[in-house]
């Protein structure tokens, strides 16, 4: 039972950062139905970004450990916010009205030069955020002794999904998100710029993903320049799994994923943990291609 | 003059499907439009509403040229369009889609009351507030479709077929209600495939053939026209 506990709270915590990745893939996919191939990539630049930051400002020095990782955190957003819309600028915008090909292949064209753009700078070694700053003490839930950090990437993770889900749901903006999202062309007979809702997607997206990335920096302690593939891949089986385009199902399937991936690690091998991800993506495509909360309710011509 | 249309051209890639089509909107009017399948009517309203661009010629809403303008500005300008085919946002609430419509207004006590209003007009839209609008029949939708519109408090309401796929019945009270949205004070252009209905409501109409007006008049005058009658109104 211990043993089970330890793997569903690890679980929901890789599954909380999968979740997070998934939303950035299912958001831009809603609105511009293409897949981000470059989002991995955005990713990675918040776990280098985040030790970057972490290391020249000491922000836990002079903050306290919790103000510093807060204001880390939402430097690390803004920053990879502002990288999603020079990304949307440089590679999607010119291609907009292009044949869909074309935007794949600026797509992975991007993610190839964002990632040998980090390789520059960093090397391509492992980097490690430094273990001395960071809590290593572990909270007493219940009688279960788990991580301070694994607790506060779950809370962390649910209060940005959260907000996230309520901004869409109850907001002007966010409705005007979905409009735009179901059918561009009278989303502007609404009176939508449909062009600021795809930035503004290509804001929060981003932001969520290198939030993520400072998370598996915090989380794991050692980044590479690479991840970003492989925790990509993951994220999109995750908004595969609930929908790709839905947002709650792309937090729902990154959660089960998570759970999913640390379970069979734990009970089954831990060789199979990524193949896990892998047998699950195959398994939706054939068994349910629209995911679980996808295409709820179809449109009436 | 509230609307000018003037040798407009507008191309689809390399074809051209509207060949200079030039007509005029004055305030408080109903104009139709009437023609055959692909003769180029959405094309025209599509143009106006910005959804489209224009190659050649120019438009002018109030005297000011708003072809080169986009769509959603177009809206808060106050010209707006239900579309061919409904478009609603069939995953969204009917209120969902109905406060989208009022998207570029921003004072409060006239977007309450302007809902009322569009509640008075079409009373299923108050009590289907919660309901999907994917789950709407299709009457149900072409009225949410004529209520989102006219949630932007337009000056100019461009309506593509509004009775397309609807029981008699129900036209005829759709069409009821056009006239007290007319009365109103909102200047309507109607395309319609059904000529009879639409020429009963409008004041004017013009008659498109292949990307061109071949026929501009009343109402009255096209009803009685003997070639209008022969293509549009079955002999
Ligand atoms: N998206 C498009 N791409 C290419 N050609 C188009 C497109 N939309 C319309 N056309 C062509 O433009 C012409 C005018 O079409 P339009 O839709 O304006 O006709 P319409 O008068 O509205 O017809 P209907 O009564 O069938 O709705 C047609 O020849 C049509 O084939
Ligand atoms: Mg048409």
Redesign the pocket.
């Known amino acids: 039972m211990e043993e089970f506990l330890q793997q569903l709270t690890n679980g929901l915590a890789v599954g909380g950062i999968y979740a997070l990745i998934a939303l950035g893939y299912t958001m831009v996919y809603g609105v511009l139905k293409l897949i981000n191939f470059a989002h991995g990539d955005l990713f990675t630049y918040g776990a280098y970004l985040g030790l970057t930051l972490l290391t020249s400002l000491a922000l836990t020095d002079r903050l306290g450990f919790f103000m510093g990782v807060l204001v880390l955190v939402l430097m690390v957003m803004g920053l990879v916010a502002v990288l999603g819309v020079i990304l949307e600028r440089a590679a999607y915008r010119p291609l907009r009205e292009s044949p869909r090909l074309s935007a794949v292949v600026s797509a992975l064209g991007a993610s190839i030069f964002l990632q040998n753009t980090l390789m520059l700078i960093y090397g391509a070694r492992f980097q490690v955020y430094p273990d001395n700053i960071l809590p290593v003490t572990a909270l007493d839930l219940f009688g279960l002794q788990v991580p301070v950090m694994r607790v506060l990437i779950v809370l962390a993770s649910v209060v940005m999904m959260v907000t996230l889900y309520l901004f869409i749901q109850k907001t002007k903006i966010g409705t005007a998100i979905r409009a735009a999202a179901i059918d561009q062309g009278a989303a502007r007979l609404m009176g939508i710029d449909v062009n600021r809702v795809i930035l503004l997607v290509f804001l929060l997206g981003p932001a969520l993903g290198g939030a993520a990335g400072l998370m598996v920096g915090l989380y794991y302690g050692q980044i590479n320049f690479t991840m970003g593939w492989v925790y990509g891949m993951k994220a999109f089986t995750a908004a595969i799994l609930g929908g790709i385009g839905n947002i709650p199902g792309a937090m729902i399937g990154g959660l089960l994923l998570g759970v999913v991936e640390a379970m069979g690690a734990a009970y089954l091998s831990i060789a199979w943990k990524d193949a896990i991800a892998f047998c699950v993506l195959i398994l939706i495509l054939i068994v349910r291609p629209t995911g679980l909360l996808g295409e709820r309710v179809a449109d009436k011509i | 003059m509230l609307l000018e249309v003037e040798n407009l051209h507008v191309r689809?890639?390399n074809?051209e499907?509207l060949h200079g089509v030039s007509l005029m909107v004055r305030q408080g009017e109903i104009v139709a439009i009437l023609?055959a399948?692909?003769?180029?009517?959405?094309?025209t309203l599509s143009a106006i509403s910005g959804l489209l661009r224009s190659s050649a010629g120019e438009i002018r809403f109030e005297g000011r040229s708003i072809h080169k303008t986009p769509a959603h500005q177009l809206v808060a300008m106050g010209i707006a369009q239900a579309p061919?085919g409904r478009r609603i946002f069939g995953t969204l609430t009917v209120q969902e889609n109905l406060s989208l419509g009022a998207f570029t207004q921003t004072d409060r006590v006239r977007i309450a009351k302007n809902l009322q209003w569009i509640h008075e007009l079409f009373p299923v839209l108050a009590e289907r507030r919660e309901q999907l609008a994917g789950t709407l029949s299709g009457g149900e939708q072409q009225m949410l479709a004529i209520g989102r519109a006219l949630m932007a408090q337009p000056r100019i309401l461009l309506l593509d077929?509004p009775s397309l796929g609807l029981a008699p019945l129900l036209v005829k009270t759709i069409f009821q209600t056009l006239w007290e949205i007319s009365s109103a004070g909102v200047t309507i252009v109607l395309v319609e495939?059904n000529a009879h209905a639409a020429l009963k409501l409008a004041h004017r109409g013009y008659v498109?053939e292949v990307g061109k007006i071949v026929l501009e008049d009343r109402a009255e005058a096209l009803l009685a026209n003997s070639q209008v009658r022969d293509a549009y109104l079955g002999g």
């Open positions: 689809y890639g074809v499907a023609g399948n692909g003769a180029g009517k959405t094309t061919e077929e495939q498109m």
